[in-house]
């Protein structure tokens, strides 16, 4: 894609990393030159940021971004999730997410609560990135 | 003798001196204790005598004088006369006598100062005049030293009076203050004027300037004497509100004017005033220092007005005196950078206070004005763009420029009877110096930096918004010597095009060296200054008016058509040949000048289009292209197509090529479409080009007597079949956004059916066939993830929100009707991309347009329907992010941005209440108002809304105007939230009063005054809202009375509390008494319940306007005599 048709809260690869845009700006070098774009990215499964400065006639590469919501099923004694799609499909090949989010799921998890797992695909890589209680009002 | 306990104050003193390593935190704070308990102690008159006589620690020093301060305060109405004058003798003794540092010497002179305002409160003054004349004595007879202390004296009591509104710290009620002020003004000020005046007079008389000792005496003489010609006079029939802005606007930005009463005739009138003044200044200009108070001197007194100059006659032999004075000046000095500031300024104030008076000046002396003035300009020009290039960062001479050019403004208006061949003259020198300043040699000076090249971020504002004032001024010029200044535009402008052509034409064949780079930039820069001084001269700035072409340019052209030098024939041919090459038109010179400056900005258009074409576009100015991009905006709206009835008189070659229905305005419209088209295909990564691009086009489109013509354009046409190709996700969305506005503004005026549906059809149609391409597909469920579905999306959404951003009253039915079926699809998007924040958002933002541009004018009927979707799509979205607990970093920001999109929209929504202009149907039942859609909006969002995100303060701001306004309009859907609600409400206003800046504290304040209100009037006693208000009560008092409101909102929140007091007087009795009897101190118990009779007195509490005012005013007075004497910290 055209760097200059990008834009805040999209994605873009930034040093071979799948990014959502966090800032863009654009800037020129004197006073009757062309516009470069300054793009800063947050790498989408490690949070990195990522700075990246260039003319905006350049074409980008755009990640492949899915995120699908699955209910959770189970967690298995390893720690693998088991999730379902909305079509019913099973799946079990997710580790349970690292950090607040983990403890979080375990313990809604533990309490009885229905649980939906946002999942994350990008580049080849999969997480849990969020999870949300469904509350009586959803079913 | 208290010598223990000053030696503990002053060892805890040393410990809070000592650095970290060496004390202990106990140690530490026990100190700090020791010096807080000091700090409250009471009739501390003695102890602090001891102090300064006898410690050497100036920190307990200066401790001591401050609880000397606040003890007078706060125990003044007790003390005897006696004892206070025996305090400030002692004091004032002190202070000549010993040596402290100079910050206890500055406290101890502001306690002298306070005693010495707060004894003429009582004696008015007679006191203060005695002190005064002490001082003078000093001043003139003692040693440097203490001649230097007298003035510090002096300083401090001018510095006590000029305050009113926010010395409450003086614990008297601010119209005490006023009446002190009033009083010192009228007696007092003057005296020390004529004083320092005096004594400046005979140290200039003296001729001892070097000695510094007479230099610093000299400084503070000139110090008081510019406080005094500064000094704020304030009307009295301004409320108090109004003065504290007054005042705070003089302390923050720049002096009054100098607006004396009539008393002050014998001394500003006396003859040897003035040159006196400018004597000074002559004698220190070379001393920065006091250079710079002499000069604020002379500036102040340029703007004398007022009483003391009512009569004529004294007024023009003030001002013919100031002028002899300042022309011998600026005549015989070369004016320095920072001089040059004050020498403007000074222009800049005769102009404005004067303006008419100097045309009544003797020639001569207006003559000398005149050329002084105009070359004093032409300098200051020079030296800003100098600066400029320099790059500089002081602009001393850039400042000064633009003073002289304010003032110019008005003298082109006032001289214009009297010296008009003057001003032709100056005008001429004005403007050819600027357009030299601003262009390469040789035909220019405008001198270039070639080492730096500077990074320039796209935010910074650009020349035409920069340097927006000078343009304006020099258009004027301009337009004094159109005969010279068009000619001379065009002439450069056509060299220059002509060269760039040349420059792009070699490059094809070969590449360019550096040098013919450096030659490119500076041409890029010569044309893009030519073409922003020519789109000044030709068009005004019509912000919010309607544009039209100014008279002397219509005279202008008129007369060359009668005179033969310009013709019909000869501009069409010149017209006709704006996309060729070739420049040899032997009728050229007969082209109408108007329209030749035009064609030749349309010229570098087709210049700049070919050379990207050749695939060029990499070596032309983004920047220029901007500036053309203004340009054609600026003339079209003026010129092309312009409403004759406007105009007397049309001149033959507009009337042949520019009106309506010739052939030569559509030509020209077709060309620039073209040209905008042009930029869309070539130039689609310059975000600001684009910009500027597509608000050309959509402001030629939102002309309503033009965009007929437009609509049935072979270039619009053009247009939509290119909006047509255009792939989604490929360009900028601004493009898509920006075009479907225009396309719809434009066929606002068409008035055949067949018409309508045929241009309608052809920009909405594609559009809707996409959408409903999208949802029919089988397996959307599926692919909807996929970058070119939802590039797909994007792309639509933004087109939406262009059509309802270009909706007018006369296309809002079509427009919604088109809209509404798939507005009502958009929960459906909401869900199934709620993980997709660009698409989130953009359908916020969709609902926010529609909301903000069509809601006014949509029936009851269709406004439900918008209604629905909106509601279903904010239901939508919270219950995709209710509960929701996510990794990703910059969560929290992400949810900022989507509720202050929502905010936005509920607000939008909730002004259809306040505006609406749907054509009223008595067959429609309003069943359900915006406000009811904004409060269940709000019930949506609430839970979403943490008092986190409530600290990002644009989103804070919004909220809290939204509910004041919510609560403005329908107080009883207010009050009949569900509890739930409600109550997260009025938690988040007690929030609003604690927790942020003063403007949240007083929309919280709103809110509560109008919840009060509502409820006391209509007997609502028993309501659950009623008890819910009841806590504010307390929790308002308790603010107030310690000082955690600030003075400038005390208005609002007694008002507040007025109304909280007639819900609950029972309550408010319990807490005064229950606040009474907690004081310790059997006096300031007796105090306080004096202060609240006193607040109460003759107040009934009933809701009524005029009682909430005195209630208002009572409590003004309460406030400053409990801070006096209350200590709650």
């Known amino acids: ?139 | 003798m208290n010598t223990e306990f000053i030696h503990e104050l002053e060892s805890a003193a040393n410990i809070l001196m000592a650095p970290p390593n060496v004390v202990t935190n106990e140690q530490r704070h026990a100190a700090e204790t020791i010096i807080i308990n000091f700090r409250k102690s009471k009739s501390p008159y003695v102890v602090c005598r001891e102090i300064l006589e006898n410690s050497q620690v100036q920190y307990i020093m200066f401790e001591a004088a401050e609880l000397l301060k606040s003890a007078l305060i706060r125990e003044w109405s007790f003390l005897q006369e006696s004892d206070i004058i025996s305090l400030r003798q002692y004091l004032m003794h002190y202070v000549m006598n010993r040596t402290p540092s100079a910050f206890v010497q500055e406290r101890l002179l502001q306690v002298i100062a306070i005693m010495i305002k707060r004894g003429s409160v009582e004696d008015l003054g007679q006191e203060r005049a005695n002190i005064l004349s002490e001082v003078e004595n000093l001043i003139i007879g003692a040693d440097p030293a203490k001649q230097v202390l007298g003035c510090k004296v002096i300083l401090n009591l001018m510095q006590e009076y000029s305050i009113t509104v926010k010395t409450t710290d003086v614990g008297l009620p601010w119209e005490v203050h006023y009446k002190a002020k009033r009083q010192f003004e009228a007696t007092d000020l003057k005296r020390i004027f004529q004083f320092c005046v005096q004594v400046l007079s005979e140290i200039i008389k003296s001729d001892a300037f070097s000695s510094p000792n007479i230099l610093n005496l000299i400084k503070y003489l000139l110090t008081i004497t510019e406080n005094v010609l500064t000094w704020g006079y304030i009307s009295h029939i301004l409320p108090k509100r109004i003065i504290g802005v007054y005042e705070s606007v003089y302390e923050a930005d720049q002096a009054p004017p100098l607006r004396l009463a009539t008393s002050w005739k014998d001394i500003m009138l006396a003859p040897q005033l003035l040159p006196l003044m400018f004597q000074v200044y002559w004698k220190v200009r070379d001393n920065d220092e006091l250079a710079h108070h002499a000069m604020t001197c002379l500036v102040q007194l340029a703007s004398l007005n007022g009483s003391v100059v009512s009569n004529e006659d004294v007024k023009m032999q003030y001002l013919t005196a100031y002028m002899e004075n300042f022309l011998k000046l600026i005549t015989s000095v070369n004016i320095k950078n920072k001089e040059s500031l004050g020498i403007s300024n000074i222009v800049r104030k005769l102009e404005l206070f004067f303006s008419s008076d100097l045309t009544k000046l003797p020639q001569n002396l207006q003559e000398s004005y005149l050329d002084d003035i105009t070359r004093l300009t032409c300098t200051f020009a020079e030296g800003a763009s100098l600066e400029e290039a320099e790059g500089s960062d002081n602009k001393y001479y850039m400042e000064s420029f633009d003073n002289m050019l304010e003032a110019w403004t008005t003298i082109l208006k006032d001289f214009k009877d009297s010296a008009n061949e003057y001003l032709s003259l100056a005008s001429m020198r004005v403007f050819n110096t600027y357009l030299q300043c601003h262009l390469a040699p040789p035909d220019g000076t405008r001198s270039h930096n070639d080492d730096q090249v500077e990074e320039i971020e796209d935010n910074e504002d650009n020349d035409r918004i920069k340097f927006r004032d000078q343009l304006q001024t020099i258009g004027m010029f301009g337009r004094v010597i159109l005969d010279h200044s068009l000619p001379v535009l065009y002439k450069l402008l056509e060299e220059r095009i002509e060269k760039l052509r040349a420059h792009f034409q070699a490059m094809q064949t070969q590449a360019m060296t550096i040098a013919e780079s450096t030659n490119l930039d500076n041409l890029f820069e010569d044309v893009h200054w030519i073409i922003l001084i020519a789109g000044h001269v030709l068009c005004m700035d019509s912000e919010g008016e309607t544009p039209v072409i100014p008279s002397e340019v219509i005279r202008y052209c008129v007369q060359q058509c009668t005179n033969s030098v310009c013709t019909l024939d000869a501009t069409l041919k010149v017209m006709a040949s704006v996309q060729q090459f070739t420049n040899d038109l032997d009728c050229v010179d007969q082209c109408d000048h108007v329209i030749r400056i035009f064609c030749d900005v349309l010229k570098l258009c087709f210049v700049e289009t070919s050379a990207a074409e050749i695939k060029l576009g990499h070596f032309t100015s983004p920047e220029v292209g901007c500036t053309m991009m203004w340009f054609l905006n600026r003339w079209c709206l003026s010129y092309l197509m312009p409403i004759e009835s406007f105009y007397d008189e049309i001149p033959q070659t507009f009337k042949g090529g520019l009106v309506k229905d010739t052939e030569g305005a559509i030509f020209l419209f077709n060309v620039v479409l073209q040209k905008i088209r042009a930029n869309i295909c070539h130039f689609n990564s310059e975000p600001i080009l684009l910009q500027d691009t597509l608000n050309l086009f959509c402001d030629i489109c939102s002309v309503r007597h033009k965009s007929i013509f437009l609509c049935r354009s072979e270039g619009i046409w053009n247009l939509i079949n290119l909006h047509g190709k255009l792939e989604a996700g490929v360009l900028p969305s601004v493009i898509r956004r920006g075009l479907c506005r225009g396309f719809v503004m434009a066929g606002a005026t068409i008035a055949y059916q067949e018409e309508i549906d045929n241009y309608y059809g052809a920009v909405l149609k594609p559009l809707q066939q996409r959408f409903k391409n999208l949802l029919c597909q089988e397996n959307f469920n599926k692919i909807y993830q996929e970058e070119r579905v939802k590039n797909e999306v994007i792309d639509i959404v933004e087109g939406f929100i262009g059509i309802a951003k270009g909706t007018q009253m006369t296309t809002v039915h079509l427009l919604f009707d088109f809209l509404a079926p798939m507005l009502a699809e958009l929960p459906k998007f909401m869900k199934i991309y709620n993980n997709y924040q660009v698409i989130v958002q953009l359908i916020l933002e969709l609902f926010g347009q529609c909301a903000k541009c069509m809601l006014c004018y949509l029936s009851q009927l269709d406004s439900k329907r918008l209604y629905e979707s909106t509601l279903a799509t904010i239901q939508t979205y919270t219950k995709c992010n209710e509960n929701r607990f996510t990794t990703e970093a910059l969560s929290e920001e992400s949810s900022f941005q989507d509720l202050t999109l929502t905010l936005d929209l509920l607000t939008y929504i909730l002004s259809k209440d306040c505006l609406d202009l749907s054509p009223a149907n008595p067959n429609e039942e309003v069943t359900i108002t915006a406000a009811d859609i904004s409060l269940f909006g709000l019930n949506f969002i609430m839970p979403l809304m943490t008092t986190d995100l409530l600290k990002y303060p644009s989103l804070c701001a919004q909220y809290y105007r939204l509910i004041v306004l919510i609560n403005d309009i329908f107080p009883e859907k207010v009050c009949n939230l569900p509890e739930e609600l409600l109550t997260k409400v009025l938690i988040s206003v007690e929030y609003g009063l604690t927790q942020f800046g003063s403007d949240i504290v007083q929309a919280s304040l709103d809110f509560l005054q109008g919840m009060a209100t509502y409820t006391y009037k209509n007997g609502m006693q028993n309501s659950n809202i009623h008890q819910k208000l009841l806590p504010f009560l307390k929790l308002l008092l308790d603010l107030t009375l310690s000082h955690q409101i600030n003075s400038d909102i005390i208005c609002t929140a007694s008002c507040c509390i007025y109304a909280l007091i007639c819900c609950y007087s029972e309550q408010y009795n319990i807490f005064v008494q229950n606040l009474i009897q907690s004081q310790s101190d059997p006096l300031t118990a007796e105090r306080l319940t004096a202060a609240f009779n006193q607040l109460m007195n003759n107040v009934p509490f009933d809701g009524d306007r005029f009682h909430k005012m005195k209630f208002r005013d009572n409590f003004d007075k309460f406030i400053s005599n409990v801070h006096g004497f209350l200590l709650i910290k």
């Open chain 1, 1 to 139: 894609m055209q760097c200059s048709a990008l834009r805040k809260n999209g994605f873009v690869m930034l040093k071979s990393r799948p990014c959502k845009i966090v800032e863009m700006s654009t800037s020129k070098t004197g006073k009757h030159g062309h516009a470069k774009v300054h793009l800063v990215g947050i790498d989408i499964f490690s949070g990195k940021k990522y700075e990246d400065i260039c003319p905006s006639t350049h074409n980008m590469d755009v990640p492949h971004v899915k995120r699908e919501d699955y209910q959770l099923t189970d967690i298995s004694d390893d720690g693998y999730l088991c999730l379902m799609a909305d079509n019913g499909d099973l799946r079990e090949d997710l580790k349970i997410p690292e950090g607040d989010v983990g403890v979080q799921l375990r313990t809604e998890f533990d309490a009885g609560k229905d649980i939906l797992c946002t999942v994350l695909k990008s580049c080849g890589e999969e997480v849990v990135i969020a999870v949300k209680t469904n509350t009586a009002l959803d079913k």
